[in-house]
């Protein structure tokens, strides 16, 4: 396609699709009663009645429904196939062509962004989810479990383990009717519709979206820490806040494989505590004090949370005695920890 005629089949598609508010509510209508007179589409609709006609005409100048000219004007509807079947198909050549000529921009990463396109937030949550190497956590709607799901499911079976938060909880599958466990390590729900869509990746790599963002709200937006230490934000919220004022769906977190390895302190002790035997850890992260990079490694003395999950212990018997291991931003520990490592019979390596 030369690029006149290009130009002219995005006019035209756009032509089409360019209607106001006026004539989406008339349009709607219509469709829903199949046949209306002017004053009917005005008690249907906030149209004032002296905007009808002329909104109809418009409706009716671009093929979506049809003017009987009678006492009174009767609008009647159009099959939708029908209505936009040309307009498909124009869609679609359009789409190739203009596919042939787009050039994918350079996508620097930043530490920090701040973004209000749905397509786009999409993209960085799908981002998140393909490269996770280890653990993944997610606050999600029904309907993105749903979109995600057959990704999620490849992932699990990688053995990243996934953790799910779904809300509300009232619209999420029936455990009966939905294989939780192969998308899934532990979901679950969350009563009402308040919760974010939260999604973290190995502790750093992190999104917070509103709800009225996912549903293309342009006046919300969603923020994205690429690999930021500044994700820890995210993780902490959804760890300490979301996760622990929902209620279990599934669960089936104990059949990962060991050595296991962490992003974030909290599923570390998660999994400690709820399993039996002894345990050994490898550690890296960075001295409290002094900054430096420190690597410790030995058996687990103790792990466990204090009320709401707000205090994380997990203490590392070394061969320089006991080491008090936090999460990032840690302060009265001696380590924060980047990464956990957990092993059966002895400390991974590193």
Known sequence: MSSDDLEASLEQVITRFNLGEYEIAAYLA?????????????????????????????????????????????????????????????????????????????????????????????????????????????????????????????????????????????AAPNPDEFDYNSVAT????????????????DGNYSMYATR?????????????????????????????????????????GMELPFPRRYGTIRRCISDLTALDGEFYATIEGRDVETGDHWVAQGKVKEASFGPNREIATLVVETADGLVDVGGQVATYEDIEAYEIQIGRDEPPTA
């Not at 293309?216 to 919220?237: A, C, H, K």
């Open 212 to 252: 009225e963002s996912i549903r293309g709200d342009t006046d919300r937006y969603g923020v994205i820490f690429n690999r930021s230490e500044l994700g820890f934000l995210v993780s902490g919220f959804l760890n300490t806040v979301l996760w622990t004022t929902a209620e279990v769906i599934a669960s089936d």
């Open 30 to 170: 219509v469709l829903q009663h199949g046949e209306l007179t002017a004053s009917e589409i005005s008690e249907n609709t906030d149209i004032p009645q002296p905007r009808v006609y002329d909104t109809v005409r418009s409706l009716s100048d671009v093929g979506l429904v049809e003017l009987k000219e009678s006492r009174p004007m009767k609008v009647l509807a159009i099959d939708p196939r029908e209505a936009f079947g040309d307009i498909q198909d124009s869609l679609d050549d359009l789409v190739d062509d203009l596919s042939t000529r787009y050039t994918a921009p350079a996508r620097e990463p930043e530490a920090v962004s701040l973004v209000k396109s749905r397509p786009t937030i999409l993209r960085y949550l799908d981002d998140i989810i393909e490269t996770a190497e280890y653990e993944l956590t997610l606050s999600l709607t029904p309907s993105l479990l749903d979109r995600f799901e057959s990704q999620l499911a490849e992932r699990r079976d990688a053995g990243i383990a996934i953790e799910i938060l779904l809300s509300p909880a009232s």
């Open 186 to 201: 532990t979901v679950k729900g969350r009563r009402g519709i308040t919760t974010p869509v939260v999604a973290v990746a």
